[in-house]
């Protein structure tokens, strides 16, 4: 009978476990589960609850509960209030990782930030050119 090894590193704590469905060591796993029962506990007395609200009644940090959005474990659809940050700017979101003027504030950004490098540069190397031109002149008198 062969013994298989089938071990990898908890992506939360880093701790060895044998690999699982779940992904995360037994600790984690009976952490991740306390958090959301915590969580959904308090949902249930109030589903208009607001965020700072859950973290407040459940003591769950964000970053969990954020995971839980993730994982589809409390379906921000049913409670109207309750929301997570845009990773960019913090701003109160539902959907996705970013606020919609993130999504589409990066590119632009970007954008401009390679128009106004390629300005820079063309005005440094005008520069460079006139100067030289200059002490030309100046060493040929
Ligand atoms: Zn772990
Ligand atoms: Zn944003």
């Known amino acids: 009978m062969a013994l298989e090894l089938n071990v990898a590193n908890c992506p939360n704590c880093g701790s060895v476990f044998q690999k699982n469905?779940?992904?995360l060591c037994t600790k984690c796993?009976?952490?991740?589960?306390?958090e959301l029962n915590r969580c959904l506990s308090a949902l249930r007395h109030d589903r208009r609850i607001t965020t700072d609200k859950l973290i407040e009644k459940s003591g769950v940090g964000i970053a969990s509960i954020t995971q839980f959005f993730r994982d589809n474990k409390i379906l921000l659809r049913e409670y109207p209030n309750l929301f997570y940050h845009?990773?960019?700017?913090?701003?109160?979101?539902?959907?996705?990782?970013?606020?919609?003027?993130?999504?589409t504030g990066i590119n632009s950004d970007i954008h401009r930030m390679n128009e106004e490098e390629k300005k820079q540069q063309e005005k440094l190397v005008r520069e460079n050119q006139m100067s030289f031109r200059i002490s030309d002149r100046l060493s040929r008198k």
């Open 86 to 103: 845009c990773e960019l700017c913090r701003k109160p979101i539902r959907t996705g990782k970013l606020c919609p003027p993130c999504t």
């Open 21 to 23: 469905l779940r992904n």
């Open 29 to 34: 796993t009976r952490q991740y589960d306390d």
